[in-house]
């Protein structure tokens, strides 16, 4: 499994908002207009479900939001760099600049893992995280991606 498979070159968002409920609307609207997602607001209804639960900010200026449903045949990722610092709420006073949602079906625990986990994987790393915070191009966000 390469991680890249799960990314759209056309896919990759550039976002000056610094609304928590606004980047994310922006993002399902995009899984919308691929056509990676059927219905809108059974996805956003999930997504933010989630997040009312627990919040996805994961550390590193990094949120991972997700919903897995039946109706979604097929695993994304919609990366975002966001030129705002965004207050994600978790309670941690750390801002947000890079989102990636992940969607996908909900009966495939072990694949979003191994998604969850590579995606992880180039956050974490420094070196990597700088770059996709400088990137202003999908080729760059995407590059950070390519070899895992």
Do not use: C
């Amino acid at each position: 499994m390469r991680v890249i498979d799960y990314f759209s070159k056309n896919s990759v968002l550039f976002l000056n908002n610094n609304d928590k409920k606004e980047i994310l609307t922006k993002m399902v609207s995009e899984a919308e207009s691929k056509g990676l997602i059927s219905d809108k607001k059974e996805f956003e209804d999930a997504l933010f479900e989630r997040e009312s639960i627990m919040s996805t900010d994961v550390g590193w200026q990094v949120a991972i939001p997700h919903a897995k449903l039946k109706t979604i045949s097929k695993f994304f990722v919609i990366p975002a760099v966001l030129k705002n610092d965004t207050d994600w709420k978790a309670g941690n006073n750390q801002s947000v600049k890079l989102v990636f949602l992940i969607g996908g079906p909900a009966n495939d625990q072990k694949q979003y893992l191994q998604i969850l986990s590579k995606v992880s994987l180039v956050v974490r790393n420094p070196e990597r995280r700088k770059a996709l915070l400088a990137a202003t191009s999908a080729e760059e966000v995407l590059a950070q991606f390519s070899d895992l």
